[in-house]
């Protein structure tokens, strides 16, 4: 199929499925006219790209998935390299959720102390806002 052909299936552009073939990851052969040809097999491997970006890989992170696909598998997270990039992306999300909940804890500490303050401000006056007009 030709690169149009391609990026409409695979929900893309053409400029995109360039990138990934300049960085490796999707391969076509050249017709005698020049234009890019691709397999049919470079549907699932665009595909696998797309999952993956989406969930926050790295473009260069895709290649164990790509290349456990380009050895025959049906399932690119099989193969040992993919697992292992499967690990450190989950540890990544496992740090970045660490440090959204201890932020979202200091917030909560600091909006419940303001809070605090606000009722108790100790002359009787409403500080909450209940009384204003």
Known sequence: MLIGELAERAGTSTRTLRYYEANGLVRARRSA???RVYDESELRVVGEIRALLAIGFGLQDTR?????????????AVCPDSVLALRRRLAEVDAIVSQLTQVREQLKTQLDNAIGRRHDHGDGRDVSGAGAQ
Do not use: H, I, T
């Open 64 to 76: 164990p998935f790509v290349e456990c696909l380009r050895a025959g598998n049906e399932c690119s």
């Open 33 to 35: 006219n020049g234009y």
